[in-house]
């Protein structure tokens, strides 16, 4: 029953430093999603994959790079990160088919960047 | 521009319904989600309207009237457990999701 599992669900960087956030899902979801969360804002996606090997931007690529070279896994990347780039990170799965599209989170991953 | 639109919190008492509205302006329209998001957790799915109507959902309650860009989420009976942020969020002709900001719903005794 894990889901949608993000690692790691903390994590503090200074100015500048690279970080990947892990996202792993085990419901062979097609499509998978990163947003950011901060407060008194709706969430926003990052970047987006309709399938293995795909990705996309979304509202707020700017800073960010993803990779989805296996199907259950999707990363991403702060290759130089800011202050700004302080948020809560959730990954999101869905099957992508024509019901609910129910999009299944992940616990979320906290990032301060000092 | 796409935008949602939801109260920033609403306060209610266990035991009564409480109706969180919510307007959207999309660019096309493929449905309208609910999710609840309790603090610190990550959101989960509550309901999906896409033809206008009330869809019932055991205390819960969904409706969408898309004429008028709106829709409200109606919580019956409520339990301290619904304290949470209620997310709205609607999607457009792309199928991309645009999120509302959330509303707080604090319960009180």
């Known amino acids: 029953n894990a889901g949608v599992t993000q690692t790691p669900k903390f994590r503090v960087l200074k100015t500048g430093q690279s970080m990947t956030l892990l996202c792993a899902q085990d419901m062979n979801h097609e499509y998978m999603y990163w947003y950011r969360q901060d407060p008194g804002m709706g969430l926003r996606l990052i970047h987006y994959s309709v399938g293995e090997g795909t990705t996309a931007k979304g509202e707020v690529p700017d800073g960010y790079n993803v990779s989805r070279l296996k199907k259950q896994n999707f990363l991403l990347g702060l290759e130089s990160a800011a202050p700004s780039q302080t948020s809560v990170y959730f990954c999101?799965?869905?099957?992508?088919?024509?019901?609910?599209?129910?999009?299944?989170f992940g616990e979320g991953s906290r990032l301060t960047v000092l | 521009g796409q935008n949602i639109d939801q109260p920033t919190e609403m306060t209610a008492t266990e035991g009564a319904i409480v109706q969180i509205n919510c307007t959207y302006q999309?660019?096309?329209?493929?449905?309208l989600f609910w999710y609840q998001q309790h603090a610190g957790e990550a959101p989960t799915f509550l309901s999906y309207n896409v033809l206008d109507g009330l869809e019932e959902k055991g205390r819960f309650s969904s409706f969408l009237s898309r004429s008028k860009g709106y829709s409200y989420l109606l919580l019956k009976e409520l339990q301290m457990k619904d304290s949470a942020s209620y997310l709205c969020a609607a999607m457009d002709s792309n199928y991309q999701l645009i999120w509302g900001a959330g509303t707080k719903l604090i319960i009180k005794p």
């Open positions: 999101a799965s869905t099957s992508g088919t024509a019901d609910t599209g129910e999009l299944f």
């Open positions: 999309t660019s096309g329209f493929n449905g």
